[in-house]
């Protein structure tokens, strides 16, 4: 027997994937801790922006993954994986939200802008504030799945694929929901353009243009 | 399979084509705009709607104390029956407390009311021998 051989490294929970950690997070809490590090950003995202405020967002993330915790046992991969499957809960959850409160709240500018925009002169802060506020107000008049798709393509960065398994779709349907959705969203803002062509993003075009 | 849906999906193609390279960084309309899917019309309009979405869709960040608080209370805290009964949903809860009130209120009387003649039965029975 060599003494001198190294044991083998043993895995951190790092190293390990989602279906090795929520295996073992049925019975081992740290488990299920790494996989909320993993997520509890990502969570926070997609409900922050379905529900336009930070105290909502953390509110019902918390629910997402007491949630999450409370199921674990119960959870089998079965074509679902455990991100998809975390923002089911989450879609759920939203829903629930609107329909309980029927009402769709403007996200605060004030906290929306502020820390990406610190270092720029005030004019121009007040102009991408209110382009910000224009496209998120026309994202809100979209379908839910339509908000969802856009939130989950472009603050989440997700493959179709990935998104696939989130909605339920195949990822033939997402490429053609997100053909729709663009189109419908470009006629919702030109309708809403057509009223005020000195709008933010016609000057912001007009400030770009050589 | 028509024109139409050729067409459509040629869009199709081009708007993720787009999407994927506004999101590595590269706007270079006119090299998008070359690319053999791309519309004849209105790809500008579609080109500035993913460019405006890239730049207004933005990460936030959830707060650090949110994030430590959530998961102290998530894993470090003792497995008690009130915490599993926290997690369990708001009708569930109320079934328990409604469950266990029933429980004492049907125990409670019971055992007063043995309580008086509780101690002519204890002498009835006999001492248990070692």
Redesign the interface.
């Known amino acids: 027997m060599n003494i001198f051989k190294k044991p083998p490294k043993q895995p951190t929970y790092h190293d390990l994937s989602d279906a090795d950690l929520v295996e073992m997070a049925k019975t081992d ?2 488990a ?2 790494e996989l ?2 993993r997520y ?2 990502k969570i ?2 997609y409900i ?2 379905r529900t336009s405020n ?1 105290h909502d ?2 509110d019902l ?2 629910r997402v ?3 999450a ?2 199921h674990i046992e119960t959870y089998t991969d079965r074509g679902v994986p455990f991100q998809a499957w975390l923002y089911r809960i989450a879609h759920n959850l939203v829903a629930n939200w609107h329909r309980d409160r029927g009402r769709r709240k403007i996200i605060p500018l004030d906290e ?1 802008v502020a ?2 925009l610190r270092s720029e002169a005030p004019d121009r802060q007040t102009e991408d504030a209110e ?2 506020e224009h ?2 107000a026309a ?1 809100r008049r979209l379908p839910p799945e339509r908000q969802q798709l ?2 989950l ?3 989440e ?1 997700l493959s ?1 694929a990935e998104i696939g398994e989130i909605m339920n779709r195949t990822e033939g349907a997402i ?2 929901l ?2 729709r959705t ?1 189109l419908s ?2 006629d919702d ?2 309708n809403q353009d057509q009223g005020s062509t000195t709008s933010g ?1 016609e000057r912001k ?1 007009v400030d770009q243009a050589p | 399979m028509t024109q139409f849906d050729s067409q ?1 999906i040629r ?3 081009w ?2 084509t787009v ?1 994927d390279a506004v ?1 590595s960084g590269d706007d270079d309309l006119d090299r998008l705009l070359g690319l053999s899917s791309a519309p004849s019309t ?1 790809a500008d ?2 080109f ?3 460019r ?3 730049t ?8 650090a104390r ?2 430590a608080r ?2 102290q ?3 470090d805290e003792p497995e008690g029956v009130f915490t599993r009964l926290r ?2 949903p708001a009708r569930v809860q109320i079934a328990a407390i409604v469950a266990v009130v029933a429980g004492v209120l049907l125990i409670v009387p019971r055992r007063l009311l043995s309580l008086g003649s509780g101690d002519k039965k204890a002498t009835d029975i006999p001492a248990l021998q070692p």
Request: no cysteine.
């Open positions: 809490q740290a299920f801790g909320y590090e509890v950003k926070y995202n922050y922006y930070p967002a953390e993330t918390a993954f007491y949630r915790m409370a929306f820390s990406s382009e910000r496209l998120l994202i856009l939130i393509k472009f603050v960065q179709n490429k053609s997100y053909h663009l969203l470009r803002l030109q993003r075009k | 459509e869009l199709q193609d708007l993720l999407t999101q209105g309009d579609l500035d709607l993913i405006w979405l890239d207004s869709l933005v990460e936030q960040e959830p707060s949110f994030v959530l998961k209370d998530l894993i997690r369990l």
